[in-house]
């Protein structure tokens, strides 16, 4: 039995960090959370804040909390996320990657 509430989506979906210098790669990403990959992850970085995600002609700020993080050779490169408010077109981006279409 599958201990998650949503389906995990494998993608590749460019994303920012509102208001901090920080980019990464959604490599997956479900009703519930994401996981963002980073060559580097600046701190310091608060536990709550928003992530940028480009969705269709506009960019979709989805407000999030810092699950998890990854480290590798010393620095830490990924994080899991929660999301904090599930927002109608988040889901939108959800029913799109799912069925294979761009965001």
Same mark, same amino acid.
């Given at each position: ?6 389906? *995990?989506?494998?993608?590749? !979906?460019?994303?920012?960090? $509102? ?8 490599? #997956? %990403?479900? +009703?519930?959370?994401?996981? @963002? ?10 536990? =709550?804040?928003?992530?940028? %995600? ?6 979709? #700020?989805?407000?999030? @909390? @810092?699950? *998890? !993080? ?7 490169? +990924?994080? +899991?996320?929660?999301?904090? #408010?599930? =927002?109608?077109?988040? !889901?939108?981006?959800?029913? *799109? !990657?799912?069925? +294979? $279409?761009?965001?």
């Amino acid at each position: 039995m599958d201990k998650r509430d949503f389906k *995990r989506i494998e993608t590749s !979906l460019e994303s920012h960090c $509102s208001d901090l210098n920080y980019f990464g790669t959604v490599t #997956n %990403i479900s +009703g519930n959370g994401m996981f @963002i990959r980073s060559p580097k992850i600046n701190f310091p970085l608060a536990s =709550q804040f928003e992530i940028s %995600i480009p969705y269709k002609e506009e960019i979709l #700020n989805v407000p999030v @909390i @810092i699950k *998890r !993080l990854t480290k590798s050779n010393g620095y830490y490169d +990924g994080m +899991g996320v929660k999301i904090i #408010n599930l =927002q109608k077109k988040y !889901l939108d981006l959800l029913i *799109r !990657l799912n069925a +294979g $279409s761009q965001p």
